[in-house]
């Protein structure tokens, strides 16, 4: 099976962020215990300053599926509500070359 991506830009009521960055380290922590979840970072960008970018890579959709359904995801909703404003858009990518596939 193919590996699968996921980019997300999570919008955030204005002035939140490095709250909101330091909460979602549950989110992260979560993460790191999942086997199939290889890449789960957590990014920010100077240009965009009421937003937080993850990029999350998986061994397959199997994994996505696990980590989707998980209780990480029931901890990642309050924190969104928390802090959101609005629905994060996301994109799921099929990664096709680069270092370390």
């Known amino acids: 099976m193919s590996k699968v991506a996921i980019w997300a830009r999570i919008p955030l009521r204005p002035g939140v962020r490095e709250e909101a ?4 380290q549950v989110a992260i922590d979560n993460a790191n215990g999942e086997e199939g979840t290889l890449l789960y ?8 300053p009421d937003a ?4 999350d890579l998986y061994a397959d959709a199997d994994a996505l599926t696990a980590h989707s359904s998980g209780e990480g995801m029931k901890v990642l909703g ?5 802090f959101g404003a609005g629905r994060p858009e996301m994109q799921m ?5 680069g270092k370390g596939l």
């Open 78 to 82: 309050g924190i969104l509500k928390e």
């Open 41 to 48: 970072i957590l990014h920010e960008n100077a240009a965009d």
């Open 21 to 24: 960055a330091k909460a979602l």
């Open 93 to 97: 990518l099929t990664p096709i070359i």
């Open 52 to 55: 937080l970018f993850f990029y």
